[in-house]
């Protein structure tokens, strides 16, 4: 099902950077008309995309908008085309909002997707009126995720940046497939992941718990699936990985 409508882009994603250089350069509130002398473009592609830049913190105010501080900072980044700076003031302008958040996650679920399903994805996901100015702003709003490095191109398709798999240093919790034994009630993998170290290789802390409810005759029994189970788990790691204390 569509959610509530987002605003999309009305441009493609070239333009939107003049539109918000522009609003940079003016530097205060500003008409769509005042803008677009400024970018050569018409009043009414300025609006267009006025909604969504105010959606992700890029600009403020009410008839006339005007950058804010992030605003600014990209404008400048994006005049001086400095790509780090760039990818970095758009993750933190629209890595929080809800919908671009639902988007990664359909990419993750997917195991990456095609731009253009992407696009139709996008387009339907924010309630928008299937036209060529929604596709348009739909693909724009790729090219933002793909400049925020958010996304990444990877075989002909769009996959979650690696950096979407887990915020550093968080606990993520997920289902282990158990014995078939009534008394083990779950066991949970905690992975801790650091930051990507510059050589670009990423290591993982990895704990199992295992919950057991068994009365104490049952106990020798229970103990024995559980060293098996671990046994099996350890044979699949390579040697150096295993704690001997664990």
């Known amino acids: 099902m569509a959610d509530e409508k987002f605003r999309l882009p009305g441009t493609s994603y070239e333009e939107l950077s003049k539109i918000i250089q522009a609003y940079g350069e003016l530097n205060r509130e ?3 008309g005042e803008v677009a002398t400024v970018v050569g ?9 006025n909604a969504f830049l105010v959606s992700v913190g890029v ?31 758009w993750r933190h302008l ?55 490095e958010l996304l990444d191109e990877a075989d002909g398709k769009l996959v979650a940046s690696s950096e979407q798999m887990a ?32 050589g670009g290789s990423l290591s993982l802390h990895v704990e199992l718990r295992i919950q057991v409810s068994c009365t104490p005759d049952e106990i020798p029994r229970v103990t024995q699936e559980i060293r098996a189970l671990l046994s099996e788990l350890r044979a699949g790691l390579p040697e150096e990985t295993i704690d001997s204390d664990k």
Do not use: W
């Not at 992030?70 to 003031?89: C, K, P, T, V, W």
């Open 94 to 148: 629209v890595s929080d909002h809800d919908f671009i958040q639902k988007v990664l996650s359909a990419v993750r679920i997917r195991r990456g997707m095609e731009r253009s399903s992407l696009v139709t994805h996008i387009g339907y996901s924010a309630g928008q009126t299937k036209t060529r100015a929604t596709m348009t702003g739909a693909s724009c709003l790729i090219d933002v995720l793909l400049s925020a």
């Open 41 to 49: 473009k018409p009043a009414t592609e300025i609006s267009r995309n």
């Open 167 to 198: 915020p550093v240093g968080t606990a993520v919790e997920a289902d282990v497939a158990l014995p078939s034994t009534p008394q083990m009630k779950a066991i949970t993998e905690v992975v801790t992941v650091p930051a990507m170290p510059s």
């Open 30 to 32: 500003v008409s769509p």
């Open 59 to 89: 600009l403020q105010g009410g008839n006339k908008k005007g950058v804010t501080e992030l605003g600014g900072n990209l404008a400048r980044a994006l005049r001086y085309s400095l790509s780090d700076e760039i990818a970095r003031l």
